[in-house]
């Protein structure tokens, strides 16, 4: 298997393709349904994992899991776009200071996503106690990444322009993995 997180998740899929079959996969709907009204973005939750509905079934941790896969894959990106704006010369201090920031941002998503994974391999067998320091650690990464996102936000302000607001729907994508990872629940 890849080193890339993001790996098991179907990346481009259509939008719609959760519902290409629909017979087998409708009843894995309820998790994001249900869990989308604990995150701040309840639209934006739903449209970023209901293609992954398949992939997480019922389980808190894969749902917790697909949303940090989707959030590293989307500031892996903004990353990039950074460091190529950058690149061409002429960039802000503020912008330079951001293309690490949102690159550190990245990693703390890639090692929340890592995180999971293990929780998730681990299964029903996982140890209370390896379940709250697996959900501590995401917590942690997730909410370290929330502060660098918020940096970059701030030291760019108004002149951000499209970053900025690439930025915006990463802070969002971050909140609602962090709110998901929040969800999981203790074994007895």
Request: hydrophobic share 40%.
């Given at each position: 298997?890849?080193?890339?997180?993001?790996?098991?998740?179907?990346?481009?899929?259509?939008?719609?393709?959760?519902?290409?079959?629909?017979?087998?996969?409708?009843?894995?709907?309820?998790?994001?349904?249900?869990?989308?009204?604990?995150?701040?973005?309840?639209?934006?939750?739903?449209?970023?994992?209901?293609?992954?509905?398949?992939?997480?079934?019922?389980?808190?941790?894969?749902?917790?899991?697909?949303?940090?896969?989707?959030?590293?894959?989307?500031?892996?990106?903004?990353?990039?776009?950074?460091?190529?704006?950058?690149?061409?010369?002429?960039?802000?201090?503020?912008?330079?200071?951001?293309?690490?920031?949102?690159?550190?941002?990245?990693?703390?998503?890639?090692?929340?996503?890592?995180?999971?994974?293990?929780?998730?391999?681990?299964?029903?067998?996982?140890?209370?106690?390896?379940?709250?320091?697996?959900?501590?650690?995401?917590?942690?990464?997730?909410?370290?990444?929330?502060?660098?996102?918020?940096?970059?936000?701030?030291?760019?302000?108004?002149?951000?322009?499209?970053?900025?607001?690439?930025?915006?729907?990463?802070?969002?994508?971050?909140?609602?993995?962090?709110?998901?990872?929040?969800?999981?629940?203790l074994p007895p």
């Amino acid at each position: 298997m890849s080193n890339d997180a993001s790996s098991h998740l179907p990346l481009y899929a259509p939008r719609h393709c959760i519902f290409d079959d629909i017979g087998e996969c409708s009843h894995h709907l309820v998790p994001v349904t249900t869990r989308r009204a604990t995150t701040l973005y309840r639209v934006a939750c739903y449209d970023s994992l209901i293609p992954y509905g398949c992939t997480f079934q019922t389980s808190h941790v894969k749902l917790a899991r697909a949303a940090t896969d989707v959030n590293h894959v989307q500031l892996r990106t903004l990353s990039k776009r950074v460091k190529e704006l950058v690149a061409i010369g002429g960039a802000t201090s503020s912008l330079r200071d951001c293309a690490g920031t949102i690159s550190s941002a990245a990693g703390l998503a890639r090692q929340s996503s890592a995180e999971l994974a293990k929780l998730d391999n681990a299964g029903p067998a996982a140890a209370r106690s390896e379940v709250r320091w697996a959900i501590s650690n995401a917590q942690t990464w997730l909410s370290a990444a929330m502060t660098n996102e918020a940096t970059c936000a701030d030291g760019l302000g108004a002149a951000g322009g499209e970053v900025s607001r690439e930025i915006a729907s990463a802070k969002e994508h971050t909140s609602i993995a962090l709110a998901l990872v929040n969800g999981i629940p203790l074994p007895p």
